[in-house]
Nanobody
Framework: QVQLVESGGGLVQPGGSLRLSCAAS????????MGWYRQAPGKQRESVSR???????RYADSVKGRFTISRDNAKNTVYLQMNGVKPEDAAVYYC????????????????WGQGTQVTVSS
């Protein structure tokens, strides 16, 4: 049973930093893409950042230069370092694992975490 478990959310002051982590557990052969989405109240879920197994990254324009995504393939874990946090970054952040191949079925599918709340307030 594959699961994605996020951690690291919480309260951060404007201009502060926060680091989100997401670990995929279970019998996993490989994961193509890992990333983060977020959803603020009354808004649609949006992509924040993603990273391929080979390390190629992509960021939403709103977070470029402030957020950094990284990944530990051996641990099936993805991180999101959030610096210079702004009030508009407040949202529930969801971890995503795309093209995850599980063992022994070798089935390929996408998985989502339960979400972790990021609150920005002074």
């Amino acid at each position: 049973q594959v699961q994605l478990v996020e951690s690291g959310g919480g309260l951060v002051q404007p201009g502060g930093s926060l680091r989100l982590s997401c670990a995929a557990s279970g019998s996993i052969f490989s994961i193509d893409v890992m990333g983060w989405y977020r959803q603020a109240p009354g808004k649609q879920r949006e992509s924040v950042s993603r990273i391929t197994r080979g390390g190629s990254t992509r960021y939403a324009d709103s977070v470029k230069g402030r957020f950094t995504i990284s990944r530990d393939n051996a641990k099936n874990t993805v991180y999101l370092q959030m610096n210079g946090v702004k009030p508009e970054d407040a949202a529930v952040y969801y971890c995503y694992a795309g093209g995850l191949i599980s063992i022994p079925s070798m089935t390929r599918r996408d998985y989502w975490g339960q979400g972790t709340q990021v609150t920005v307030s002074s």
